[in-house]
């Protein structure tokens, strides 16, 4: 069995924001392949580059770029990470829910008026949340075949719809791709911000993960079905930057929006036991 020590943990020394690396994707969902699967998570800065930690599924965003409307984060992968030429799309899988303040009603008591669109390139790329929770198929879009051939990166734009009130609302996604024996992701969600609080939009994406995600071994970060030393350089990295940003923050364990000693003693429980359930 692993072991791992707080002596070890003080003592590593990672510069979470250390040398410039391609900041333009800390920003965004990072994308890629794991297991058979697409899967999504976030970026992280290690020395002078990024990787990716691909087991992140609740993401944050906040309308505003313009008036009821964002197109961040948007969908991001290194170069390499898919089959150029191939296309990678999505699902809506149910209808929006809205934040009454302690949760996202699963019920259709929980569905709000508003319907947010979906939108990028041509007119045929649109699709709207439906207004029950029957699945949506979206649309594809190109992975690069050029510079940076493999990297898929776009940035859909999601408009919330009249009455556009404010609050917090929940949209539950899954990734697809024409790579052949690529299987769709896991269900991801994200958690839009129309005037909310930043303390707001925080507990209610916890309240995505700790209720609708539940993930049941949070500490193998790298998403390869075995909490490592690999898992261990991504978790002291964050540890040593301390706060979460968004999009999304795998290394947060508890759930409190900051990387800390709470979250180490759960790390160290779960690479303990090496294997994933």
């Known amino acids: 069995m692993q072991s791992i020590s707080w002596k070890v943990l003080a003592a590593t020394a990672i ?13 965004d969902i990072a994308i890629g392949q794991s297991q058979g699967k697409i899967a999504t998570g976030v970026f992280q800065v290690q020395d002078a580059n990024i990787a990716p930690m691909l087991s992140q599924r609740v993401f944050i965003a906040e309308f ?35 934040w009454d303040g302690t949760s996202f009603p699963q019920s259709a008591a929980g569905i709000p008026p508003e319907q947010i669109q979906i939108k990028l390139g041509p007119a045929a790329n649109v699709r709207l949340t439906p207004t029950t929770d029957v699945p949506v198929p979206g649309f594809g879009l190109a992975v690069s075949t050029g510079t940076n051939a493999g990297e898929f990166h776009h940035h859909p734009g999601y408009t919330l719809l009249d009455p556009a009130s404010d609050g917090l609302y929940l949209l539950e996604l899954e990734l697809w791709s024409t790579q052949p024996g690529l299987a769709n992701s896991l269900p991801y969600w994200m958690v ?7 303390d707001e939009l925080r507990e209610a994406a916890t309240w995505v993960r700790m209720n609708l995600w539940a993930p049941d071994c949070g500490a193998d970060l790298n998403n390869d079905g075995v909490v490592d030393d690999s898992d261990f350089v991504y978790f002291v990295n964050a540890y040593n930057y301390y706060l979460c940003d968004p999009p999304g923050c795998p290394t947060d364990l508890n759930g409190d929006w900051v990387t800390d000693d709470q979250d180490f003693i759960l790390f160290a429980m779960q690479y303990d036991g090496f294997l994933c359930p």
């Open 15 to 27: 510069g979470a924001l250390g040398a410039r690396a391609n900041a333009q994707h800390l920003i």
């Open 64 to 98: 505003g770029v313009f008036p009821d409307f964002t197109n961040n984060p948007g969908l991001d992968s290194l170069a390499g990470a898919f089959q150029p030429g191939s296309q990678i799309g999505f699902n809506i899988l149910k209808a929006l829910r809205k």
């Open 192 to 198: 839009f911000s129309q005037n909310a609080s930043e």
